[in-house]
């Protein structure tokens, strides 16, 4: 399973896991004076935290009682129509999985088949209205979460941490081609050089 994969299968466990107030005091801010690899150790314990704090949602909303692989699927259809092969490719799971996940997902009314626009042997799926209103506002309650965040900073902050977020993504791709696969850890770097 690729990272990008596992990391969404993560966002939407940690919408059944909100950070508690015992956690966010103990990750009290540091001294300025890290190095390079405190830093980076830094980051990744703060990342998952800020995750989980604007993923989780209250266990009232409808999603909370959804089965994460079919959230899952849901999430993947806000960005239009899959056909089940895609389906199965991005979630890393069988084409009969993601069928069955499909049938249960049609039978609550979240989601819809069609007929593919090119290939009409090819079938798609879609959100239904339904579907499309409940992940719509799943999306605006994690929204106002960070907008409320937000507004407790000043707007140059706020700017400046913008800034920051899209300057750390715009560098993971670079990254992430540093690394291969390592059949013992999963992750080395190019050149054979374990990590970690």
């Not at 084409?95 to 593919?116: C, H, I, K, N, P």
Request: glycine share 6%.
């Amino acid at each position: 399973m690729s990272r990008i994969k596992h990391f969404m299968g993560d966002i939407e466990e940690w919408e059944r896991s909100p950070v508690t107030s015992q956690e966010l005091s103990a990750l009290a801010p540091q001294s300025d004076d890290l190095s390079l690899r405190e830093q980076a150790e830094r980051l990744e314990e703060l990342l998952p935290y800020l995750v989980r704090w604007l993923y989780s949602l209250s266990l009232d909303h409808p999603t909370s009682e959804m089965p994460l692989a079919q959230l899952r699927m849901c999430t993947l259809l806000q960005y239009g129509p899959r056909n089940l092969s895609s389906l199965s490719e991005e979630m890393g799971i069988t084409v009969s999985a993601v069928t069955q996940l499909a049938d249960r997902l049609e039978q609550t009314g979240l989601v819809v088949r069609m007929v593919g626009n090119q290939d009409k042997r090819t079938r798609m799926l879609q959100l239904s209205e339904k579907g499309r209103q409940l992940m719509e506002e799943r999306r605006a309650l994690r929204v106002q979460r960070a907008e409320a965040a937000l507004a407790q900073l000043p707007q140059a902050r706020r700017r400046a941490l913008l800034q920051s977020l899209q300057m750390l993504l715009r560098t993971a791709p670079t990254v992430a081609d540093w690394y291969a696969p390592s059949p013992r850890y999963g992750m080395r770097r190019k050149g054979g050089q374990h990590l970690g």
